[in-house]
């Protein structure tokens, strides 16, 4: 499959790469590493990477305006979304032919080309082993830029090589990408630096957190409350994983107040989440998934939902 979208890239003068709404670093990471990849390999392409920008991701970089009329006749790539309705943008539909690459389970099986492997760490790490048969097979080059999209991506989807995600192949991955002239110190600031307004968030959450004796834990953060703090919805992102610490704890939920929304995000240390997040419109990994509610009637569903399969 990777020389046949090797070959594909090849046939396209246009390439316009999609990635999820709600952008974490696996998909800015593939994302962005992938544009980086093509543009330094095939310089005479014209090469896009589009969505809405996440200024919380701005140390990876940003995508871009695509012009009008470029989709017509390209090939249009998405990254790191399991479903359509996830898809940031609705003009992917618009280019000639439509290639998926993913690790999330292909349930929503879109595209005319697929390249879906549940078991991978993260769609970074895809992204670098398509790079290494692009070495193989047409001489590629990886860059010191895309190394350092493509280590961020995978470090943000195993949570710092801890999910069980992580395999042998993956830390083969990462020592060859950190081989690359890129800081890494400072792109571990930049993901995981928390400043004082977080940190005291973060110990709300613990004192606050809802735990009942099966195991399950939730988390409402209101916009008061990250007005209280001095946080976007975004800077919670970086505490999601924080619960996992908690002895008993066997899942969480954050119900984030949005303002046209409340963000579902669900982790977990064994019982399986990404159904729960189906049935809101969302999707992910077995033990990291996500999700929206209309209202806070309807988030509360979502957290019984949780409940139920902790018991």
Known sequence: MKRQIIDKLEQYETIIIHRHVRPDPDAYGSQLGLKELIRANYPEKRVFAAGTHDPSLGYLGRPELVPGGAYEGALVIVTDTANTERIDGCRYREGAELLKIDHHPDEDR????????????????????????????????????????????????????????????????????????????ALYDSMFEMDAALLKLNGYIYQNMEMDENGAAVIRITSETMERFGVTPEDTAKLVGAPGIVKGIKAWLFKVEEPDQIRLRFRSKGPVVNTIAKRFGGGGHALAAGASAKDWATAEEAAQALREICR
């Open 110 to 185: 879109y595209g005319d080309m697929r390249w879906v492997l549940p078991a991978m760490s993260s769609t970074s790490e895809m992204i670098y082993d398509l790079a290494r048969e692009g070495a193989a097979y047409r001489g590629w080059t990886l860059t010191d830029v895309a190394a350092r999209l493509l280590f961020a991506g995978i470090v943000g989807d195993t949570g710092r090589f801890v999910y069980p995600s992580a395999s042998p192949d993956t830390f083969r991955a990462a020592a060859d990408l950190i081989s690359h002239d890129f800081d890494r110190t």
